[in-house]
């Protein structure tokens, strides 16, 4: 999430990343040191797997390179969630196979979400991909490496029920030193008709909350003061001893023995757990539902100060037939049931959404109750996607992708302009207010500023002063542009 206002794209999400020594722990000093490249696409959580990557491969003697020429294993993270998604990923793999003519011994592996979908397909359609490993199969990475070398195709798309990486400490990537995410979930078991994350990413299971409390105070301790907690829904996080999921597809609840639910630890709880390591550590999460996203969970973020006051709750669309039809759980009564409880328990929470245009039938009508539904909320940010269907999904089965593209287009323009709106709106609600900021690093077009973001997770730019990286500061904002509030410390 950030706060600025556009359609994601996932051709610009691609990053190669570049490991910092310093976080480097103990290198195997038998294997002679190989170069590996990695670059991932998609959500949150798939950034996060590669830092678990890159942790597995570097005890192994990996270092890593921002240079795919003169890398010796290249690995690429895909994201399998539209269409587009997967057309980045193969135009990509391109590049790399030309590395391949001309070193024939640089290994290619395909990683994540597009490589559990497609499976062994995708060494059929891609012929110079030598690896296809599937999100739960890290740990296999070394082992499949060796039989890269020795010639054999390696694939492991084995999906788990149990693997949360819960002992590894992840390899921070990319980082800014101050801002960390935390899985504490996997997999998801919703079944929303359109998406294809339970069949890439298999069953929901919950992460001890021992070692998410370890990893926060690990970060906290190396200087780190914002830590954001992933999972495809995070309000069905529930460790009962053994990392049980809630419910079963379906949405009927497992029912924990009378020990285990005096044992047990929900997403509030856990939550809790975090925000009492220190009050300077900020607490974010990502991403609720709006069925599961419950009064325990608000009144948990009222209490705690550092619990930055900031939801991101997908919708979808505005209309319950659709939301019948998506299986998301939720009518539209329920939504804005939800966003009254918000703003009851959490005034000046901050407030996102997913919206998808052109779902299977959705009619002109539907849509306009998507928009009216924006109006009502009035967004701080938004990511809008149009429909794409996907293989095996329950949409792509039942219902015929059936709004034409210009439509889905035009839609979408529709509720881009919206948002764009809103999102003005939002912004200029904080000029004139003082917000507590906490620094990332220098802003994007001058080295005389800093940047920030508040609770609500607005960007805020100010003079550097003798401020720096990692501290908090009360900004009063003066002005801002559409998506950014600029002002001084006071
Ligand atoms: N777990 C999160 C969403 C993860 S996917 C949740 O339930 O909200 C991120 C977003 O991608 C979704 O919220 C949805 O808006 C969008 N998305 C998923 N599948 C899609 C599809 N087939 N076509 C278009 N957008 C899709
Ligand atoms: Fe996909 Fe729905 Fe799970 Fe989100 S909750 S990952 S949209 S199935
Ligand atoms: Fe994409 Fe997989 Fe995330 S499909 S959105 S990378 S869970």
Not at 199 to 212: A, C, H, K, M, V
Not at 285 to 308: Q, R, W
Not at 310 to 315: A, C, D, M, R
Not at 376 to 388: E, G, H, L, P, Q
């Amino acid at each position: 999430m950030n706060s600025e206002n556009k359609i994601i794209d996932e051709s610009k999400q691609g990053e190669a990343i570049m490991v910092e020594t310093e976080n480097l722990v103990s290198t195997s000093s038998t294997v002679k040191t190989k170069k590996l490249f990695l670059e991932s696409y998609g959500c949150q959580m798939n950034f996060s797997d590669s830092e678990i990557v890159a942790s597995i491969l570097m005890n192994k003697g990996f270092t890593t390179t921002q240079n795919f020429e003169e890398a010796d294993v290249i690995f690429v993270n895909t994201c399998a969630i539209r269409e587009g998604a997967e057309s980045k990923v193969r135009n990509r793999l391109n590049d790399f196979k030309r590395v391949k003519l001309k070193n024939p011994k640089a290994l290619v592996g395909v990683l994540g979400c597009m490589a559990e979908r497609l499976k062994t397909q995708f060494l059929e359609q891609e012929k110079l991909v030598d690896m296809v490993v599937g999100p739960d199969a890290y740990r296999d990475l070394p082992n499949l490496i060796e039989q890269a070398e020795d010639g054999h195709r390696a694939i492991n798309v084995i999906l788990s029920k149990e693997e949360t990486y819960a002992d590894l400490t992840p390899v921070r990537l990319g980082t800014n030193g101050v801002t960390a995410f935390i899985s504490i979930t996997r997999g998801c078991d919703n079944m929303c008709s359109f998406c294809v994350v339970p069949f890439t990413r298999g069953r929901e299971r919950s992460r001890d909350p021992e070692s998410i409390v370890n990893e926060a105070k690990d970060l906290f301790n190396n200087g780190y003061r914002e830590v954001t907690l992933l999972g495809q829904n995070v309000d069905s996080y529930l460790w009962a001893g053994g990392g049980l999921s809630r419910r079963d597809p379906f949405g009927k609840k497992e029912t924990l023995t009378e020990e285990q639910k005096a044992n047990s630890v929900n997403f509030a709880q856990l939550m809790e757990k975090v925000a009492m390591i220190n009050a300077d550590l900020r607490v974010r999460f990502s991403t609720s539902h709006p069925k599961d996203m419950n009064d325990e969970v608000l009144y948990m973020m009222a209490k705690h100060n550092n619990i930055c006051n900031n939801i991101h709750l997908p919708v979808q669309s505005g209309n319950s037939k659709v939301l019948e039809m998506m299986n998301r759980g939720y009518t539209r009564e329920w939504y804005e049931e939800r966003m009254k409880a918000i703003r009851k328990i959490i005034p000046n929470c901050g407030i996102s959404t997913d919206i998808i245009s052109g779902f299977c039938g959705e009619t002109d009508e539907e849509h306009k109750d998507t928009l009216s539904l924006m109006e009502i909320v009035k967004y701080d940010y938004a990511y809008m996607f149009m429909y794409s269907e996907r293989p095996k999904t329950l949409a792509e089965r039942k219902y015929k992708d059936d709004v034409p593209e210009e439509i889905k287009k035009k839609r979408l323009q529709e509720i881009v302009d919206l948002q764009r709106k809103h999102s003005a709106i939002r912004t200029t609600e904080g000029v004139g207010k003082i917000h507590r900021v906490l620094i990332e690093g220098f802003s994007k077009k001058s080295d005389e500023m800093l940047m920030g973001r508040n609770e609500q997770n607005t960007v805020v730019v100010f003079p550097k002063q003798n401020h720096k990286k990692g501290d908090y500061v009360n900004v009063y904002a003066d002005r801002c542009t559409p998506s950014t509030l600029i002002g001084e410390v006071v």
